[in-house]
């Protein structure tokens, strides 16, 4: 089966730095089709960011745009969300998610989620 196991998170004040990690486990997932997503009280779910990939550059949502980077461990099956200059408008709960890869296909949607990390940013 597959698994997507999320850390990090946690309270912390505007300006200050976080770091999520998301490790993957399973023989359908690649860390090459992992993003993050969030999802703040009342809004809907927010993609923020998936990693560059041959031919596609990375992609940023223009709220976390120059201040969030992602990145990949590929040894550690590890994909990180480094997360500078935070807002108070940043708390969420952060998810990674992954797409279904099998044999070269590679599935549109995402299938798998972790459980998700609180990140509250104070004033």
């Known amino acids: 089966q597959v698994q997507l196991v999320q850390s990090g998170g946690g309270l912390v004040q505007a300006g200050d730095s976080l770091r999520l990690s998301c490790v993957a486990s399973?023989?359908?997932?690649?860390?090459?089709?992992i993003s993050w997503f969030r999802q703040a009280p009342g809004t809907e779910r927010e993609f923020l960011a998936r990693?560059?990939?041959?031919?596609?550059?990375?992609y940023y949502a223009d709220s976390v745009k120059g201040r969030f980077s992602i990145s990949i461990d590929a040894a550690k099956n590890t994909v990180y969300l480094q997360m500078n200059s935070l807002k108070p408008e940043d708390t969420a709960v952060y998810y990674c998610?992954?797409?279904?890869?099998?044999?070269?296909?590679?599935?549109?949607?995402?299938?798998?989620w972790g459980q998700g990390t609180q990140v509250t940013v104070s004033s």
């Open positions: 998610a992954a797409k279904h890869t099998w044999q070269g296909v590679v599935s549109h949607t995402y299938d798998y």
């Open positions: 399973g023989r359908t997932v690649s860390t090459s089709y």
């Open positions: 990693p560059a990939r041959s031919g596609e550059s990375a």
